[in-house]
């Protein structure tokens, strides 16, 4: 009988020793064996962020907030009032921002907003005219890597835990939702194949 294997464990640990390689793998058998899911979209974004192919982590931070969005939009039409009071609870001047009211409720993953954000911005060019984003780029780097060593970066950049988390919510939330609400595939928002719609490129 065939050992069971813990392919997120494994995906994890390979991921903290920068094998991305042997990471990608076991995601890729995670998703054979547990199909599609957000979770496993975002894990493969940050992984191709740790790689800096950038690109590739926005796509799949796309489709993982287009996914999300579509799996709300069928609880939503099937009458299930708890995605309208999730929807209630965001605040206007977010759910204004996006071409549909349903794009608000990317407010309640605020984390896969911010790896979005990360992936778009963390770049040279980028940190010329806002050079207060390299050091929360640097400590994020450490953060989704997971090695042990955020406590040493954050040391090296000065900031504390709570300065850090602070400092990239203000720049980067918003800055998330804007780019989800400009490059979501919002004509194509019911539609779950997000292979076809991102990732086939």
């Known amino acids: ?14 991921k903290r020793k920068k094998d991305f390689k042997t990471a990608q793998k076991n ?10 899911s957000v979770e496993i979209l ?14 590739n ?3 799949y931070y796309l489709a ?12 939503h039409e099937n009458d299930d009032a708890s995605v309208q009071q999730l ?15 349903i794009g608000g409720l990317l407010a309640t993953e605020p984390k896969l ?20 984003l390299k050091p929360l780029s640097e400590i994020y780097y450490a953060n989704i890597l997971g090695d042990g060593s955020l406590m040493d970066t954050l040391k090296k950049e000065g900031l504390t835990v709570e300065q850090y988390n602070e400092r990239n ?25 997000i292979f076809e719609i991102y990732l086939n490129q």
């Open 169 to 193: 919510d203000e720049l980067y939330y918003e800055a998330g939702i804007r780019y989800a609400a400009k490059f979501i595939k919002w004509d194509e928002i019911k539609n779950p194949n």
């Open 57 to 59: 982590a926005i796509l």
């Open 27 to 36: 995601y890729d058998l995670l998703f054979q064996e547990e199909g599609l």
């Open 42 to 55: 975002r894990s493969i974004g940050r992984l191709a962020y740790l790689e800096g192919k950038q690109m």
């Open 64 to 75: 993982a907030s287009h996914l999300l969005l579509c799996e709300y939009i069928d609880k």
């Open 87 to 101: 929807l209630d609870r965001v605040p206007r001047a977010i759910v204004d921002q996006f071409p549909y009211t």
């Open 113 to 132: 907003l911010i790896d979005l954000a990360h992936a778009a911005f963390d770049r040279e060019d980028v940190y010329e005219n806002h050079p207060e």
């Open 1 to 14: 009988m065939a050992e069971d294997k813990n392919y997120l464990a494994l995906a994890l640990e390979a």
